[in-house]
């Protein structure tokens, strides 16, 4: 059952869940902005990342000053979520993303007006189900790779370890290239000095994904946009294209 914790800095309420998908408990977070019902981005988090990571605290805090609830939940085997990291699969998120979608879509204080953003693999994952959900409104992706494959030497040694081939076995299943024309109403930003995922990812996605769309690229921005500035713009950018999508 859902519950209600203190309020963040900007937030109403935070309140705690959990959904079932399969054996698994999914935990998360929804913050409602102080006016509802409110429009709703779920975020979606990267390979090893969890919803506590201080790209996605920092993405409720501002998003919910700004009239926008957010949504951020462990994939399973991250954070509170059960399972483990080894049996994570892009299937697997598929499903999981789904479950939390259809927990927004029934809660009271949130409007139908549901967008996505994600970071790396939840980037990924966002776009693969937006595909299959026409009613997710808008997307925001962040350093998102359009080819898996092509970064499997990107991942260091100790993670990829973590990983069985399962993982990979799966993921030859799932491919943007047949998807992305489908999807409109996307942002995607990406740092400039992205080793990981290089940039060149981002503008093929671009280049496929049909209008409204925007790309922006964070000049000095690493992987995880941690430098202050480069943090900050996209969040002012994300913010932006949601109030522009999801508020009108």
Same mark, same amino acid.
């Given at each position: 059952?859902? /519950?209600?914790?203190?309020?963040?800095?900007?937030?109403?309420?935070?309140?705690? &869940?959990?959904? /079932?998908?399969?054996? *698994?408990?999914?935990?998360?977070?929804?913050? !409602?902005? *102080?006016?509802?019902?409110?429009?709703?981005?779920?975020?979606?988090?990267?390979?090893?990342?969890?919803?506590?990571?201080?790209? &996605?605290? @920092? %993405?409720?805090?501002?998003?919910?000053? /700004?009239?926008?609830?957010?949504?951020? =939940?462990?994939?399973? +085997?991250?954070?509170?979520?059960? +399972?483990?990291?080894?049996?994570?699969?892009?299937?697997? *998120?598929?499903?999981?993303?789904?479950?939390?979608?259809? =927990?927004?879509? #029934?809660?009271?204080?949130?409007?139908?007006?549901?967008? !996505?953003?994600?970071?790396?693999?939840?980037? $990924?994952?966002?776009?693969?189900?937006?595909? #299959?959900?026409?009613?997710?409104?808008?997307?925001?992706?962040?350093?998102?790779? $359009?080819?898996? =494959?092509? !970064?499997?030497?990107?991942?260091?040694?100790?993670? !990829?370890?973590?990983?069985?081939?399962? &993982?990979?076995?799966?993921?030859? #299943?799932?491919?943007? #290239? @047949?998807?992305?024309?489908?999807?409109?109403?996307?942002?995607?930003?990406?740092?400039?000095?992205?080793?990981?995922?290089?940039?060149?990812?981002?503008?093929?996605? =671009?280049?496929?994904?049909?209008?409204?769309?925007?790309? /922006?690229? %964070?000049?000095? +921005?690493?992987?995880?946009?941690? +430098?202050?500035?480069? *943090?900050?713009?996209?969040?002012?950018?994300?913010?932006?294209? &949601?109030?522009?999508?999801?508020?009108?």
């Amino acid at each position: 059952m859902p /519950r209600a914790l203190t309020s963040s800095l900007y937030a109403r309420m935070v309140e705690q &869940f959990r959904v /079932r998908v399969e054996h *698994r408990s999914i935990s998360g977070l929804l913050h !409602l902005p *102080r006016q509802a019902p409110a429009p709703c981005v779920i975020t979606a988090h990267g390979l090893f990342s969890s919803k506590d990571s201080d790209k &996605f605290v @920092s %993405i409720a805090d501002y998003f919910t000053a /700004r009239g926008l609830a957010v949504i951020r =939940f462990d994939f399973g +085997g991250c954070g509170e979520s059960d +399972g483990t990291i080894s049996d994570t699969t892009v299937s697997r *998120r598929l499903k999981e993303l789904e479950a939390v979608v259809a =927990f927004a879509r #029934q809660h009271p204080l949130l409007s139908q007006q549901l967008g !996505l953003l994600g970071s790396s693999l939840g980037g $990924y994952v966002s776009l693969l189900y937006a595909a #299959q959900d026409q009613n997710i409104i808008a997307l925001s992706v962040w350093s998102t790779p $359009y080819n898996l =494959f092509a !970064l499997r030497e990107s991942i260091p040694a100790h993670e !990829l370890h973590q990983l069985k081939n399962d &993982f990979f076995v799966d993921a030859a #299943q799932h491919h943007l #290239q @047949s998807v992305l024309s489908d999807l409109a109403t996307v942002q995607i930003i990406h740092g400039k000095n992205d080793t990981v995922v290089p940039p060149s990812h981002a503008a093929e996605i =671009f280049s496929r994904v049909s209008e409204p769309k925007e790309l /922006r690229i %964070i000049p000095a +921005g690493d992987h995880s946009l941690t +430098g202050p500035a480069d *943090r900050t713009k996209a969040l002012e950018l994300s913010a932006r294209w &949601f109030q522009i999508h999801l508020q009108s």
